[in-house]
């Protein structure tokens, strides 16, 4: 199963020189242009050397130092073992420095969408490369007058933006939105069918696979409890467990935090779904030889996550998804986020995953198995845009977090990126297998955000959302 590369394109625009490249296989001379064009020349050959080369030659530093040089080795090489060579079926309104592809596998026809991010800055490095396994699913005509109580639609620029939304609903999209700017709710609402068998609509109260936006919860679950005295990031992990192995005995909370513990992306053999509990997460992780030295590199790991979780477990006495739903969500007044299984949610509030690989007969968080620690702290949360709407206020008003953990939070772990249109944003990006994508949009000291999901793998939840934003702040403010 092919494990998705994350996504943080930052520059969306129109580009009409793509056209002829379709025919010929080759991409204008243009920075988005070479860089596929050298993205395909290694999927095909699939050779070591060349993957290497192109690496160093076209891997923004921050993009290329986020994982390991031999991770992203495996990665490239594992798109030339899935893909190899491909067709260009389409491009998706490509920019100077963003594009959307979908592709077709030439051996075994299967589709593929590649997401493609560069640097606006020269030498335009390659800041992400995303690439997700499409279905073609036939999907009934958008639901008509759904009565959404919650549903909000505000002002001109809310309307604006609702009217995108719609043309991509009848284009086939299909999920929620919040969208707040100065604290005012401009867009809160659903769009397309939760359940297309059964004709169930999307509405504000529908919940998501939102994956990996679980790490923002174990994160602030460690600082509530460095708050309140029960442990420091500056922790080593040999304060919490035993046995560590010598080369992982200076690895600290910080680093866990950071991405900087060493520890590989994953510790499972199977999947989110692979029954695991905690001891065994912690040995099996434990046990991993380090892709470097703890606090001199940076590469992106759930295991660290995992760990992260049975700190919590240990130093709270709750199993973690308790502490979550004791210490964090009920302050916050989450109703409906949660985790696979959830006894709260109707089978009818939770989305089906459409237009990807999918899980069981019902590919629904409702219906996957229950998590496990495959997956416990750094993945496998459900939830809506409202709620994480909900989750953030609650955060920037201090009822989870006191003043001091809070600016830890937004100045050393949680820290922005700075925009050619919006000011110091947070994005967040999250595929899977399943169909569902999520993107997050924070714009600092403004109370304004965007949330969106969606659970068609036909659209990218990142880029419709980054679309929307640009159009929050196109009048600045």
Not at 273 to 302: C, W
């Amino acid at each position: 199963m092919l494990k998705t590369t994350l996504i943080l394109t930052m520059v969306i625009a129109l580009m009409a020189t793509m056209s002829a490249a379709l025919q010929q296989k080759r991409f204008p001379d243009s920075p988005t242009g070479r860089a596929l064009n050298a993205l395909f020349d290694i999927m095909q050959s699939g050779d070591d050397t060349a993957i290497r080369a192109f690496i160093d030659d076209y891997f923004d530093p921050e993009f290329r130092d986020h994982f390991s040089i031999d991770e992203h080795v495996a990665q490239l090489r594992s798109l030339h073992e899935e893909l190899g060579a491909v067709r260009v079926l389409s491009v998706d309104k490509p920019g100077p420095f963003s594009v959307i592809l979908d592709v077709e596998a030439e051996s075994s026809h299967e589709r593929y969408r590649i997401e493609l991010g560069l640097n606006p800055t020269p030498p335009h490095g390659i800041t992400g490369i995303g690439v997700m396994p499409v279905t073609s699913q036939p999907v009934p005509d958008p639901p008509e007058n759904v009565e959404d109580p919650n549903a909000v639609v505000s002002g001109d620029l809310g309307g604006k933006m609702d009217a995108v939304m719609r043309e991509l609903e009848a284009e086939g999209f299909s999920g929620a939105l919040i969208a707040v700017k100065n604290g005012e709710v401009l867009l809160h609402k659903g769009y397309g069918w939760a359940d297309r068998e059964r004709r169930v609509p999307v509405t504000t109260e529908t919940v998501f696979d939102v994956a990996s936006y679980a790490k923002s919860i174990t994160r602030a679950g460690i600082l509530k409890l460095e708050q309140e005295g029960k442990l420091s990031t500056g922790d080593p992990i040999t304060r919490f467990f035993v046995n560590v192995p010598a080369d992982k005995q200076s690895i600290t909370i910080h680093h866990l935090l950071t991405m900087q513990s060493g520890l590989h992306e994953y510790h499972d053999d199977s999947g989110d779904f692979q029954p695991m509990t905690r001891d065994e997460a912690v040995q099996r992780i434990l046990a991993q030889p380090l892709r470097f030295t703890p606090g001199e590199d940076r590469g992106y790991s759930n295991s660290g996550y995992g760990l992260l979780a049975a700190i919590i477990e240990i130093v709270s006495g709750m199993p973690y998804m308790e502490y979550t739903q004791t210490e964090l969500f009920k302050p916050a007044r989450l109703r409906y986020t949660g985790y696979y299984r959830n006894p709260r949610w109707t089978p009818e509030q939770a989305a089906h995953g459409y237009d990807a690989k999918s899980y069981g007969d019902e590919n629904s968080p409702y219906h996957w198995p229950e998590i496990t620690w495959a997956c416990i702290g750094g993945g496998c949360l459900v939830s809506s845009p409202g709620e994480q709407g909900r989750w953030l206020n609650a955060l920037l008003d201090h009822e989870i977090l006191g003043e001091t953990a809070l600016d830890k939070l937004y100045t050393v772990y949680k820290k922005g990126a700075d925009t050619d249109w919006g000011g110091e944003m947070i994005a967040f990006a999250e595929s899977n297998d399943f169909g569902f994508t999520a993107g997050t949009f924070e714009f600092l000291g403004r109370r304004s955000y965007l949330f969106i999901s969606t659970n068609t793998g036909r659209f990218s939840a990142p880029r419709v959302g980054e679309r929307l934003a640009r159009m929050m702040y196109s009048s600045g403010g």
